[in-house]
């Protein structure tokens, strides 16, 4: 009987596992790409992901912003975002990219791109 | 940045604006003031006191509107605004009018050498007080005054 117990448990722990853990990697994976801009911050302030990765900035703060990045050629740009507004780029090349908030520029913060 | 470093302070794009904003609206402030209290106590020092703050807070709203227009152009190229932005720019716009409306009263006024000057001022130097304070107030909140950036 006690093997039928544990048979039964086997069972439902292996559903569970298969059923959670694409959930809990999808998660990771998107919570590790994802900037948020708070409280006149971005978060987090470095970011570091690997080549081919698609980063989304969303703006949850109160004021518009701007992600523009540092570089003379100004690799991203977005546009002025209000609040719950998204921007996204995909960074084909290893390297640093720091960027900031064009309205205020003491918020700053980088992608790092291996 | 160094304080006194000046060619980063020049070609900052975005500071000027914010910076030069202070002076319209104190001298604006300060010159209705002035004004009210000319009207109370009938006092010519106090007009004439109220009417060169409104002259030069008048002056001072030309550079204001430059580099706030410049701001737009240089760090937002320009695009189309919304929301506080696209407010902060309507209200700041009238605001500047406003000032110009209220300093070209007074200016009419001592050109015709009349002694009094019309009663309908105060409540449009009221309501441009408004104005100004609540414009000042939406760039003190776009700027992030309120907030650590």
Known sequence: MWIVGMAATA?????????GSPKVAANTQQAATEVKIDNFSF??????????????????????HT???????????????????????TFSKAGTYPYFCSIHPKMTGKVIVQ | MHPFDIKTVLL????????LIHFPIALFII???????????????????????????????IPVVVTGILAWQWELEGQKLKGILLMHLVMGCVSSV?????????????????????????????????????TGHLGGFLSGVNGPG
């Open chain 2, 98 to 134: 406003l000032i110009w409306v209220v300093w070209f009263i007074h200016k009419r006024t001592r050109r015709k050498h009349e002694e009094a000057l019309p009663g309908y001022r105060l409540p449009i130097e009221a309501v441009a007080v408004v104005i100004v304070g609540l």
């Open chain 2, 31 to 61: 010159g209705v003031l002035f004004d009210f209290l000319a009207q109370w106590r009938k006092q010519l020092l106090l007009a004439a006191a109220a009417y060169y703050n409104l002259l030069v807070a008048a002056i001072a709203t």
């Open chain 1, 67 to 89: 992600v523009v990045s540092m570089d003379d050629s100004k690799t991203f740009k977005s546009k002025v975002l209000d609040t719950d507004e998204k921007f996204s780029f």
């Open chain 1, 11 to 19: 069972v439902v722990a292996l559903g569970l596992l298969l059923a």
């Open chain 1, 43 to 64: 978060g987090p302030v470095a970011l570091t992901v690997p080549a081919g990765t698609t980063v989304t900035w969303i703006n949850r703060d109160d004021m518009p």
């Open chain 2, 12 to 19: 900052a794009k975005h500071a000027q604006h914010v910076v």
